[in-house]
């Protein structure tokens, strides 16, 4: 994992002591909420509904031990013993009080974490692959120009107020599990016609009011000038985005109005002024990054693979679970394990600071002292050895965490929504317990096979809704949440925008609808192992337009 | 009919104002502005504004059923109780974080 450098431990060291005074005088009276906003704001501290939410940067998902066991000791010190981890891959905390705020900052930056561009108009949290540098499936461990990418937009001067937020997700290998589409910039890792490896580009992505699938800008960018390509495109954003009227400052919109050939012509243009400046990387540095992901001493492992099936019939909990939350590796004798943050009537994504303690332990003892945070609101223990998945299990059992449910229809993305979002307008956390509760057996959810479900309160689609399989939206009319449904989304490299097939349900009426979206596509799919989202492909919406509504 | 509501500065509470010019955690206390108490209601909020520690000052709708406050908006409602799910008590001020204007 990348440690801090003398230039990293001294800039947040620096903010963290800025922030601590700014809180000091915003308390004694000498600074005004007007003035001390934006303050807490680029410090990642929000007000929400009941109390203020600290968001905490994960770069690119990855931790370690310590850091996670620092996140428990926040939840249990400074708020209500648990944290909530997000689809950006970080964490929040829903209840801290302002004058701890400095403390809070302080333990995090004694293990190189900070909430710094966790909000406002800047170069947010880089988002990856949550199995980067151990995916069977990997063209390249992208974490190194992750961090390179971090660096980069760290208080960057030229972009710590652009016309809006600005994310970008990265993909180490051809099947995106990071969602680069729908980030203002995607990034995917591609060889060229030499065989050398570097950065396809995608632009203008997003969800929100209005979603965008990004759309290619350039087929092939080597290492050593992607970031004069990124801040290329960052500066024409810059330059062209629209300021006027927050709702259309995305960059997606710049893209959509101007046009992907026009917009590729700018960036063309910047990037012949700035290439092969200062911004050109030197593979020296490339690889001085590297090396802090080198890969960990793998262990011979005579034990190369696991019976599920026998398991299954030996042990059906610990079956299902090897079957479900498994990753295949790159090295022999080891996988990737998700922990599910997804317990049947749980609140997605959140984690008590005992299981925080517990997975850094796990991670510790079992991962090379490293785990990850997913976009869809999981942990991952990146490097286990085969032998020591029964340990593990248990572990997980004893503590509340061994759902084996990764990928099914009780894995669900779920937005905090009206229960405690100043921006919601209908709730998502209990419609999401509803629904893990109807869908609770095994047996069904094996039966459904892979279904992604993603709700989200309100139209800012923090939980992913326009590309569920099935999403789901809360909206307030009259004074009542009714929930609009979605089907045919997709995060992955088959990007899609789920359609709105009708009006919208009251919340006591979505888990049958759900269950009527479920029962046309059993009773249509071809087989079971043809999953719900190539079913509505082959299929079209009808069918499921008709389970929903009937065929009036 | 409407009520005054803020967050606390230094707990981030839900706060209400109440008849006596006091920032209180209960709904139940606060001050119903009628339609032609606008000037009072006014004065409150650039009074508590200049005060700075009630932020996120809200106007909000209410009705009155069987005599309780009755806030029209569900927002309002999750506010005043505190999540519903998961369920958690909600925010309180801290000793030192009691306001008036």
């Known amino acids: ?128 692959d949550q199995f980067a540098g151990a995916a069977a499936d990997e063209i390249i461990d992208p974490r190194p120009v992750a961090e390179i990418l971090r660096q980069w937009s760290s208080l ?31 990034l995917q890792a591609t060889t060229n016609g030499l065989g050398e490896i570097g950065w396809q580009v995608w632009v203008g992505g997003g969800l929100g009011r209005t979603p965008m699938i990004a759309k290619m800008i350039s087929g092939f960018v080597p290492h050593e000038h992607l970031l004069a390509y990124l801040e290329s495109i960052l500066r024409v954003y810059n330059r062209y985005g629209r300021r006027d009227n927050k709702y259309k400052a995305r960059i997606k919109i710049l893209v959509h109005e101007t046009g992907i050939e026009t917009i590729r012509e700018q960036v063309e243009e910047e990037f012949a002024h700035v290439k092969g400046g200062v911004l ?41 679970w090897l079957e479900r939350n498994l990753n295949a590796h790159r090295q022999a004798g080891y996988v990737s394990i998700t922990i599910s943050l997804k317990p049947v009537g749980g609140a997605p994504g959140d984690a008590t600071d005992k299981q925080m303690d517990v997975i850094a332990d796990l991670a510790e003892r079992y991962s090379h002292d490293e785990l990850r945070v997913s976009h869809e609101q999981n942990i991952v223990l990146p490097y286990v050895k085969i032998t020591d998945l029964p340990s593990v299990y248990a572990t997980l059992v004893e503590h509340g965490l061994a759902e084996g449910n990764a990928g099914q229809i009780t894995d669900i993305i779920c937005c905090p929504g009206l229960d405690f979002c100043a921006l919601a307008n209908a709730r998502s956390i209990p419609l999401a317990q509803e629904l893990t509760r109807k869908f609770a057996a095994p047996e069904r959810q094996a039966e459904i096979g892979d279904l992604k479900i993603k709700i989200s309160g309100c139209i800012n689609a923090c939980g992913h809704h326009h590309v569920g399989h099935i999403g789901i939206l809360g909206v307030e009319k009259k004074g009542t949440e009714l929930y609009q449904i979605t089907v045919g989304g997709d995060a992955t490299e088959n990007a899609a925008i789920g359609d709105i097939l009708g009006h919208g349900f009251v919340a006591e009426d979505v888990p049958n609808a759900i269950e009527r979206l479920v029962d046309a596509y059993i009773a249509r799919r071809e087989s079971p192992s043809e999953p719900f989202i190539a079913a509505f492909r082959r299929l079209g919406k009808q069918p499921f337009k008709e389970a929903l509504y009937g065929d009036a | ?85 998961p369920r958690f008590d909600r925010q309180h001020l801290d000793e030192d974080g009691h306001v008036s204007i």
Request: hydrophobic share 35%; proline share 4%; aromatic share 10%.
């Open chain 2, 1 to 85: 009919m409407e009520i005054l509501t803020g967050n606390e500065l230094m707990s981030g509470a839900t706060v209400y104002l109440d008849r006596s010019g006091k920032w209180v955690e209960e709904l139940q206390q606060a001050r119903v502005f009628l339609k032609e108490e606008s000037e009072a209601k006014d004065a409150a909020l650039a009074v508590t504004k200049k005060g700075g520690r009630v932020i996120s000052l809200e106007v909000e709708t209410v009705t009155l059923r069987d005599g309780a406050i009755y806030p029209d908006r569900i927002r309002e409602r999750i506010r005043a109780e505190g999540p519903t799910a």
């Open chain 1, 156 to 186: 960057h001067p030229e972009f710590s107020y652009l016309p809006r937020k600005f994310k970008i997700a990265m993909s180490g290998s051809t099947a995106d599990r990071a969602a680069i589409r729908f980030h203002d910039i995607g």
């Open chain 1, 280 to 320: 050109t990387l030197p593979q020296e540095e490339l690889d001085r990054i590297t090396r802090y992901f080198a890969e960990p001493d793998y262990e011979l492992v005579n034990q190369t693979s696991v019976d599920v099936a026998r398991e299954k019939i030996l042990n059906p909990p610990y079956g299902r």
């Open chain 1, 1 to 128: 994992m990348y440690r801090y450098d003398e230039f990293d431990a001294a800039f947040v060291k620096e903010r963290t002591a800025q922030f601590s005074d700014q809180v000091a005088r915003r308390l004694s009276g000498e600074l005004n909420e007007d003035q001390f906003r934006p303050l807490r704001l680029m410090n990642g501290l929000y007000l929400q509904l009941h109390a203020y939410m600290l968001r905490i940067a994960v770069p690119y998902g990855t931790m370690n031990s310590r850091q996670m066991r620092t996140l428990a000791h926040i939840a249990r010190t400074y708020d209500r013993g648990y944290g909530h981890f997000t689809t950006r891959q970080n964490i929040q905390f829903n209840w801290p009080k302002l004058r701890d705020i400095p403390k809070i900052l302080e333990d995090l930056a004694a293990v190189e974490m900070h909430a710094i561009q966790t909000s406002g108009n800047c170069i947010r949290n880089i988002t990856t």
